[in-house]
């Protein structure tokens, strides 16, 4: 692999796999652990781009799946990338929007080539193939690309989890060989895949090392299992990935899941979590969701949290954001989703202290 993509680990720790590391992307460093917050459609909702620096962000995620539905691939091109069409200039990572596509269940078709879908907007018929959205997300200037995979559900039977591996895998080495012939500068992330079936993960990180990805992640977790599960397998398949790769768990983000994957090794993860229960008028306080409308925050002049230093909390209290909220202002979301995203980074920040000073 060659050294453009560089991922340096600069202290493990001595009390568990955690480890502190250094990702060098096109658009700038990406100290690890780390939280990357979700822009679906190009926008972490409610929030400015310097609002989202605000939280200590360094990277955030995008949706191929949305973003090539709409605005359109020609549209961001015209901007030269996703980076200046949202005012970003900082990395991002496009997932394949293969689990978009996926949870279309009535709407889609998969056959051993890739995936035929109808638009979830106007109906039209589209597909994705493995070498398709490596386009797509070389259009978006995307720092860090996912490859096409299928997320099989929870509860699927180990039989037709099988199939989906077999398919994913196929789709990951065309993937590869397809984007290693571009010479690009984009990272490209191999997808371990297996459902809850341990032989299965095995196998599928065992097939995806053997193709060089410049780093792994852990997909089909975090959707539906119940949570002991989940942090099963994160436990059992980090350690299957190279150790001198990024690792990545798709989809979590709730403090109690972000120390556990940590301790397990793993480098980066997102989730839609902190501004979607914002929106929902819930906020972080410590590994805790409050509800903000709760009557006792009436005459509260307390900020959100007393420990913490982010924006919403420096300057408005618990009071107002609930007036905010119960009158339906947008505002709240904005205030809410601020300090939930600070909150996760500051949780790793803490994690990173701890492995530092061991």
């Known amino acids: ?7 340096e680990i600069l202290k493990k720790s001595k009390n568990s796999k955690a480890r502190i590391g250094k990702i060098h992307t ?5 100290e690890t652990p780390t939280f990357m917050p979700v822009g679906t459609a190009g ?3 409610s929030l400015t781009p310097e609002q989202i620096r605000s939280t200590q962000s360094q990277i955030i995620l995008a949706n191929t799946y949305h973003l090539s539905l709409r605005p359109g691939i020609d549209v961001i091109k015209k901007h030269n990338g996703l980076h200046s069409f949202m005012n970003w200039n900082h990395p991002i990572l496009t997932d394949s929007g293969g689990y978009q596509v996926f949870s279309l269940a009535q709407n889609r078709k998969i056959d051993e080539n890739g995936v035929t ?4 907007i106007d109906g039209s018929p589209r597909r994705f193939t493995p070498k398709s959205v490596i386009d797509l997300q070389c259009g978006f200037n995307s720092d860090i690309m ?3 995979d299928i997320c099989s559900p929870y509860n699927h039977p180990k039989k037709d989890t099988s199939k989906d591996l077999t398919i994913t895998h196929k789709w990951a080495k065309e993937a590869v060989t397809y984007w290693k012939n571009k010479e690009c500068s984009n990272w490209l992330f191999g997808i371990v895949q297996g459902g809850f079936f341990k032989d299965l993960r095995k196998e599928s990180a065992n097939t995806l090392t053997e193709l060089d990805f410049p780093g792994y992640a852990l997909g089909g977790l975090s959707v539906g299992e119940p949570i002991e599960l989940c942090h099963e397998f994160i436990d059992y398949c980090a350690p299957l990935l190279p150790e001198n790769k990024p690792k990545y768990v798709m989809g979590i983000g709730l403090p109690e899941n972000l120390k556990w994957a940590i301790k ?6 997102d989730c839609v979590i902190p501004t ?3 929106r929902h008028g819930q906020f972080f306080l410590e590994d805790q969701r409050i509800n903000i409308k709760r009557q006792e925050f009436i005459n509260d002049l307390n900020p959100l949290d007393e420990t913490c230093d982010c924006y919403s909390c420096k300057n408005y209290t618990r009071s107002y954001i609930r007036h905010l909220y119960v009158s339906k202002e947008i505002l709240a979301s904005t205030l809410l989703s601020i300090h939930n995203i600070h909150s996760l980074q500051k949780c790793v920040e803490k994690i990173k202290n701890e492995i530092i000073n061991e």
Request: proline letters at 3%; hydrophobic letters at 50%; glycine letters at 6%.
């Open 1 to 7: 692999m060659s050294q453009q993509y560089l991922f």
């Open 26 to 30: 096109p658009h700038g460093i990406i």
């Open 43 to 45: 926008t972490v909702k």
């Open 117 to 120: 879908f109808q638009s979830h």
């Open 146 to 148: 996912m490859v096409l």
């Open 264 to 269: 397990c090794g793993v480098d980066m993860f």
């Open 276 to 278: 979607r229960i914002a």
